[in-house]
């Protein structure tokens, strides 16, 4: 198959009337000029399906949960052609059976793998996890869980403070574990220990964390870090617009964008639930009964359109920031990019919004 585009994002570079050529759902070919009989005419931008490392569930369901084949769904008809599986905080022997239930999902491919977003969590930064569920990391107990998922495992947020975690990071680092900072209390010498240890990835900036307004030495140590990528929920609540355009003018090619979201993306208003926790969702805001924000109900779809237009981030930038900035921390060379080679899992940009065309998703 054929398809000719007026522009496409082409290995991170935006290109004017060019073609790409499909066969098996590999693209094999790309030409930089108009093809003389192309099977499919894209009017607008071509871009690669997103990428979402930061998702609990959505359409009604959790990953951790039954009919979590709702949420890859749901999200999917939103352009995430890849999703990593986001568990909350819960005791390890419900998490070892979460993480179970999960592999099938992962050797399938319909997930590419799974994030425990705790139990190693800062009690003062719990969010919308039970602090009775949250303890200190010990490799014995992580190696445990990582071992139970069967290579599913891909990515844990811990909080660099707590006793052991540091240890921790290091050995998740060199299992080729992607080590997150989140849910953290820590200091800023904290932080450099974990970083030096091998975290990589920020969880939710700017949430269950210090805030810029409260500590600007140190989160602009963590921006100014280029060792570090950054996850950003750009949903209009999580962060201000004022720290995102901060973020963005520091370096967009570390941004990663991700959804976090619940189980209420793509319903009604209402009361929801985050594990064991209450949740009521109205305006399509989450958050616990305690008034804290509680996941999101975004879609990536609308976090590209905000980032280019609200933002002003060119189009390049933004398939940087919601898929192949994802895929490099992930260590796939095959995704969030057009290249040779590559996945072909395509999106079109019209300029307002991003459609997703059956017939460009091979």
Known sequence: MIIQSARAVIEGELLRDCWVSVEGGIVTEIGKSPHPLPDVLISGTLIPSFIDIHCHGGGGSYFSEKNRENAIKF?????????????????????QKQIQELIPLFKSGAIAGIHLEGPYLSKNRCGAHRAENLINPRWEDLSRLIDTGEGAIVMVTIAPELDGAIECIRELSNRGVIAAIGHTAAPQATYLSAV?????????????????????????????????????????????????????????ARLILVTDAMSAAGEEDGQYAIGDLPVIVSDGIARLENGALAGSTLTLDRAFARLVSDFGVNVADAVRATSTNAATLLGKTNLGVIKKGARADFLVWDGEQVLRNEKLSL
């Open 196 to 252: 030096d240890a091998g975290a990589s990835v920020i969880t939710h900036f700017s949430n269950a964390m210090v805030k810029p307004d409260q500590d600007r030495e140190l989160v602009r140590a963590l921006l100014d870090d280029s060792r570090l990528s950054i996850e950003l929920i750009l949903d209009g609540e999580h962060v201000s617009a004022k720290d995102v355009r901060e973020i963005i003018a520091i370096d967009p």
């Open 75 to 95: 999200h999917r008809a939103h352009g995430t052609g890849t999703v990593v599986a986001s568990l909350v905080s819960e005791p390890l022997e419900i998490l």
